[in-house]
């Protein structure tokens, strides 16, 4: 097991990003339904976010634009080939994840910020201790079969998969 | 149901569209599981034809003062931005070969040679056109701002010149490509967020220096006293690139037979109706495998819409059994030349020129939705289905 309080190596950009005031952290891009791309962030009204939601909207641009799940800046600005999906350990079994993928430095992030807050998170419907991290080059988006089914990432080049408990 | 108007098209019930969604499944399973080392060997050949092209034509170009060379230096250069931007470069940034796991060719690290920022175009492209493709008010690739390409669209008296700024727009597409993404209406009005307009100014300023300073400065510099004429090689090695990239990307979505859509609602469409969108909304040219090569695949563009990620050297495999499917389900395959594909896409520019009372429509009556009159922002595309949306379809022109 890894605690991931002693990955966080690079802060992640979050500048443009809503805070929760409720637990006073950065609502992930993929989580946030207010504002978009070319909306002022600064100017749109915080307060308590679904920090365990995944907007359909969002998780398409982040599949489609390879933009981040929780900066929701360009995953050029990390190193190729290591799109990290952050879910459950039957999700990393399964190769399916619900949340899209991050920044390495992001994914780091998030694990170190959000599940210590004690409530789901990170695209989870449940209060998580274990999650699964995987690393991959590429990936599939999998659209909803089924109508309000959520959208889903497929990783397609794994380079490594573990589990962490964080906190 | 969402797929409700479609079926005046299509007569396919709820069952056919859900039973067509898992054919092309299936389809794309069978790609995917078989997607290897053949494919990995054509992108790397790609690229290394495309290098050795555009480093001959640089060579060549030393001796542009004499005509032969100038000539055979601009061919060789304009054919290598060619393949570069359409069967390379458009189809990395599509995250087509990032399965490869190498990180050159991967759609995080590709920066293309044009005048675009690759972020941008992944915005503008990737989610923007291929999520609401040919949806009226948030496809930006409809008309690029600048052309009325649908009836629906609202006429106005500077839609005359529509002509001429077609030609204008041909001429210098990686120009316009650049600004694609700004939304110049939401800047004129005031609408976009200053910062992220600074953001991407800043950003196609650096890549519009660094293409001019190649283009323009480095390599004429280098060929010392053909400087000018290299210069001159260069523009119009640019300049096939605009025609040709300008020509092909008309084809895709304008020639009669694609048709477009009016949105009421996006958000909760199943990826069968997502499938059969992007089947109504594209249309295909015929060609022989180097037109193929030399358009990214585009011909195959209905094949590009329905797997934008799946690697391009396989749209014409796929095409046999997306060709089948339309047949068996009685689903509209808009191909034909390349040619007769252009050819429809201008009338309609031209013809649309005019206010529809002007022209005829062979098409069906326009639906009453409102369509919007200005694009929409990422925050105002729907989130969430609120009630039970239609799809309203029309053919161009």
New interface residues.
């Given amino acids: 097991m890894v605690d991931p309080t002693v990955r966080v190596r690079t802060q992640p950009d979050l500048s443009e990003r809503r805070h929760d005031l409720r637990h006073g952290v950065p609502v992930p891009f993929a989580s946030d ?8 962030h ?1 100017r749109e009204p915080t307060g308590p976010a679904d920090l365990g939601a995944v ?4 998780a ?2 982040c599949a ?4 981040c799940g929780l900066c929701g800046l ?3 600005s ?4 290591a ?1 990290t999906f952050v879910g459950t350990e039957a999700e990393a079994e399964a190769n399916l994840f619900g949340f899209p993928p991050m920044h390495p430095a992001c994914a780091d992030y998030a694990l170190a910020t959000y599940p210590p807050l004690g409530v789901p998170v990170l695209g989870q419907p449940l209060v998580r201790a274990t999650w699964a991290v995987v690393v991959t ?12 089914a959520p959208v889903l990432f497929r990783p ?2 794994v ?1 490594s998969t573990e589990v962490v408990t964080p906190g | 149901m969402a797929i409700s108007d479609v079926k005046e098209y299509t007569h396919l019930t709820p069952e056919q569209v859900e039973e067509l ?1 898992r054919e092309l ?1 299936a389809l794309r399973e069978r790609i ?1 599981q078989s997607r290897g080392a053949d494919d990995a060997a054509y992108i790397n050949k790609m690229i290394t034809i495309q290098r050795r092209l555009a480093a001959a034509g640089r060579i060549t170009l030393f001796a542009s003062k004499w005509k032969p060379a100038f000539f055979a230096g601009a061919a060789m250069l304009g054919v290598a931005k060619i393949l570069e931007n359409m069967e390379i470069g458009h189809n990395v ?1 599509h ?1 087509q ?8 060719i ?4 590709w920066e293309w040679d044009t005048a675009q920022p ?2 941008q175009w ?2 503008s492209h ?2 923007v056109h ?2 609401f493709t040919n949806v009226l008010g948030h496809d930006n690739d409809i008309g690029y701002g600048i052309l009325r390409m649908a009836r629906e669209q609202k006429w106005h008296p500077a839609n005359v010149g529509q002509p001429v700024y077609n030609a204008l727009l041909a001429l210098l597409f990686q120009w316009g490509v650049a600004l694609h993404d700004l ?1 110049l209406e ?1 800047i004129r009005k005031r609408r ?5 307009m600074k953001r991407q100014l800043k950003q196609i300023g650096r890549k519009v220096r660094r293409q001019i300073s190649k283009d323009y400065v480095v390599y004429p510099l280098l060929s010392g006293p053909a400087a000018l004429s290299t210069m001159k090689a260069n523009a119009i090695a640019n300049l096939m690139r605009n025609l040709w990239s300008y020509t092909i990307i008309f084809c895709g979505h304008f020639p009669d037979g694609a048709m477009h859509f009016t949105e009421e609602e996006l ?6 109706e ?1 499938y059969l969108r992007q089947m109504l909304g594209s249309a295909n040219f015929e060609g022989g495998p180097l037109l193929h090569i030399m358009s990214g695949n585009l011909g195959y563009q209905i094949e590009h819409h329905l797997y ?2 799946l690697p391009s050297n396989r749209y014409a495999e796929i095409s046999v059994t997306v060709k089948q499917l339309c047949e068996k389900f009685g689903v509209p395959y808009t191909v034909g030349p390349l040619h007769k594909q252009y050819g429809q896409a201008l009338r309609t520019i031209i013809k649309l020129s005019l206010p529809n009372g002007m022209t005829s429509d062979d098409g069906p009556e326009p639906p009453p939705e409102r369509i919007p009159d200005r694009r929409l ?7 969430r ?1 609120t009630e039970t949306g239609a799809w309203s379809t029309r053919r161009s022109a």
């Fill in positions: 339904t207010h504002a978009g791309y070319g909306v002022d600064r907007v359909k909207a969002r398409i641009q489609l634009s390879r933009v360009s995953m050029a990390g190193p190729a080939g799109s080059g590429g990936f599939e988006l999998e659209r909803p079969a089924e109508r309000g397609n080049a380079t | 969604g499944d995917e940034m995250g070969w990032d399965w490869m796991n190498d990180p050159e991967h759609s995080s690290n690759a972020e992944k915005h990737n989610y291929h999520q939304d939401a976009k967020d200053p910062k992220e958000e909760d469409e199943t990826r069968a997502w934008p990620d922002t990422d925050a105002e595309r729907p989130i289905r």
